[in-house]
């Protein structure tokens, strides 16, 4: 019979006939843990691979190396390089083109370190794009234009080059403009050319006009797309945007002085003209000599205009996935 005054185990499970029966288990438990600890005070691995036993006496399993294995000491995740930022100037005889989207190159490195950027024009200066994408032995390449509109060279003459490139897997990125940050370095260029830094008054908004001037091209297209910067930039000065060009066509027909000639009729004795060019040339030249008041620089190596290549960039690799033959080549028009 079991006494009434019955003791049990820890779990309540098992009873025990005497105090001599519980002595012997407690001295039993105790040994079993003291055991785990080493003689410097810390703690052993238990010798079937368990962890220390649970407060019920039972040992708590090891886990499951299958479902969690440990990392392998020398392996991490894949990195992928990244794909090599070609710039694709149009190229010009003027040597000033040249030194400019060079330093534009450079500060594009300085802003994203680490990242292959490489020259290649389209014409007129080396090295040329044909020649930048043979040198570059496989891999991958995103060609940016540093070209402000859809055209010919966009469309036809870079997905050319990169399709005579088979060795290179290849995307065609967007043109530069139209696009806001395009408009805030047009400001900022005129502000260095003389345009008040602050906010215009109501009268000076009345005397004030700017002419984006720009290359000109036969495409249709083109002309919207500088139609839209120029709507772009006048939304940020407050002031009327006149979009003329250099070399006019039958889809860009206003020249720079037809449109100086135009505002200066409506009362606006302060009209400057913006430089829609990415380096200076003679179309740029030729632009500000015509300018009654103030001329602002091309774009050039402008800060903004770095992060605008690279927002390009940014869009064409994305998503970052398999580049096959079908898939690499595509052209933003």
């Known amino acids: 019979m079991t006494p009434s005054n019955a003791l049990h185990d820890e779990s309540g499970s098992t009873h025990l006939d005497s105090t001599a029966q519980l002595m012997d288990r407690i001295t039993s438990r105790l040994g079993s843990r003291l055991s785990l600890i080493s003689p410097d005070g810390s703690r052993r691995p238990a010798p079937d691979g368990s962890r220390r036993p649970a407060p019920d006496g039972s040992r708590r399993p090891a886990p499951d190396s299958s479902r969690h294995p440990a990392p392998h000491p020398r392996q991490g995740p894949r990195l992928h390089p990244r794909p090599t930022l070609v710039l694709v100037p149009h190229g010009s005889?003027?040597?000033?083109?040249?030194?400019?989207?060079?330093?534009?190159?450079?500060?594009?490195?300085?802003?994203r370190p680490g990242l292959d950027v490489r020259l290649g024009h389209i014409e007129l200066n080396e090295p040329l794009l044909t020649e930048t994408l043979a040198a570059q032995q496989g891999g991958r390449a995103v060609l940016v234009p540093l070209l402000l509109s859809r055209g010919q060279h966009v469309k036809r003459d870079?997905?050319?080059?990169?399709?005579?490139?088979?060795?290179?897997?290849?995307?065609v990125a967007a043109p530069l403009?139209?696009?806001p940050m395009l408009a805030a370095a047009l400001h900022s260029r005129l502000v260095e050319a003389g345009w008040p830094a602050r906010p215009l008054s109501a009268s000076e908004r009345r005397r004030h006009a700017?002419?984006?001037?720009?290359a000109g091209s036969r495409d249709p297209q083109s002309a919207a797309d500088t139609g839209r910067a120029a709507k772009l930039l006048a939304d940020r000065l407050?002031?009327?945007?006149?979009?003329?060009?250099?070399?006019?066509?039958d889809a860009c027909a206003r020249t720079v002085p037809e449109a100086l000639a135009a505002l200066a009729a409506e009362g606006r004795t302060r009209t400057a003209v913006a430089a829609y060019f990415t380096a200076p040339g003679r179309f740029a030249t030729q632009s500000a000599s015509a300018a009654p008041w103030i001329a602002a620089p091309p774009l050039g190596a402008h800060p903004t205009l770095a992060r605008l290549v690279l927002h390009r960039y940014d869009e064409a690799r994305a998503p970052d996935g398999a580049w096959t033959d079908e898939q690499h080549r595509l052209t933003a028009v």
Do not use: F
């Open 177 to 179: 403009g139209p696009h």
């Open 210 to 214: 700017v002419v984006l001037a720009a």
């Open 238 to 249: 407050g002031v009327p945007v006149v979009a003329a060009y250099a070399a006019p066509t």
């Open 158 to 171: 870079i997905p050319a080059a990169a399709a005579d490139a088979p060795h290179l897997a290849t995307r």
């Open 93 to 111: 005889r003027d040597p000033r083109a040249l030194a400019t989207v060079t330093a534009l190159a450079e500060r594009i490195r300085e802003q």
